[in-house]
């Protein structure tokens, strides 16, 4: 079956600090790969995706690749802000199972000034 | 343009009652998905709805079921209640079936069972 497995939490950065959150998957098929956040108080959003191998997502400073031979999906940030503070879940789905997202369990970022 | 809105936002039911949960999905999407998040766990996939049907479901008793409105809007019922069924539910929408379409979430209904 399908899985997605989260460096485990919580993470607690100083602002300005660069930022790794590992995620390695395993899947049956040809997976597209995501990140989601939740800040607090609110839903999961769409922090950024990657649709095939060394494809690149990007979004608010965030940037991960998708690595085939490494089946990883690492997200990085350059340099932190406490607005970043919340919770990152890395997903993936598969085109035989539309819509049947796997999620990790989540990773707590808090970053403190 | 209105998001993916789920009522009620909190809900405290007995063991062995019946509950409820609706969605309404982002404008344009008429895809329904529908999670159950434990506390510190990522979101497990329940079922998920496309053209009143559904498509797809997760390892999830018959307790949990489930409906879609011609106007894409969905209902999640849970029947004869346990304690472990207390959780968030997330509804998402979505467009089509996909799988490079991201998930629209919901805030979440919070279920406690007493």
């Known amino acids: 079956g399908n899985s997605v497995t989260q460096m485990e939490g919580p993470v607690t950065l100083s602002e300005e600090a660069f930022l790794t959150i590992n995620c390695t998957y395993t899947a049956t098929g040809y997976p597209s790969l995501f990140w989601y956040v939740q800040y607090p108080g609110e839903g999961l959003q769409l922090l950024l995706k990657a649709t095939k191998a060394d494809d690149k997502g990007s979004n608010k400073g965030f940037e991960a690749t998708y690595r085939k031979e490494t089946t990883s999906f690492h997200l990085e940030k350059g340099s932190v802000q406490v607005s970043d503070s919340a919770v990152y879940f890395c997903?993936?789905?598969?085109?035989?199972?539309?819509?049947?997202?796997?999620f990790g369990d989540g990773t707590t970022l808090t970053v403190k000034p | 343009d209105a998001g993916v809105t789920q009522s009620p936002t909190h809900l405290i039911k007995t063991r062995g009652q019946q509950v409820t949960l609706r969605c309404s999905p982002k404008?344009?999407?008429?895809?329904v998905s529908w999670y159950q998040q434990a506390l510190g766990q990522g979101p497990q996939f329940i079922f998920q709805y496309y053209e009143e049907e559904e498509r797809q479901r997760g390892n999830f008793p018959d307790r949990f079921s489930g409906h879609q409105f011609p106007n894409y809007s969905s209902e999640l019922n849970v029947n004869a209640l346990l304690l472990g069924d207390s959780a968030l539910y997330l509804c998402?929408?979505?467009?089509?079936?996909?799988?490079?379409?991201?998930?629209?979430f919901g805030n979440g209904t919070r279920l406690t069972v007493t």
């Open positions: 998402a929408s979505s467009q089509g079936r996909e799988p490079n379409s991201p998930l629209h």
């Open positions: 404008s344009g999407h008429d895809t």
């Open positions: 997903a993936l789905s598969v085109r035989t199972n539309a819509g049947k997202s796997t």
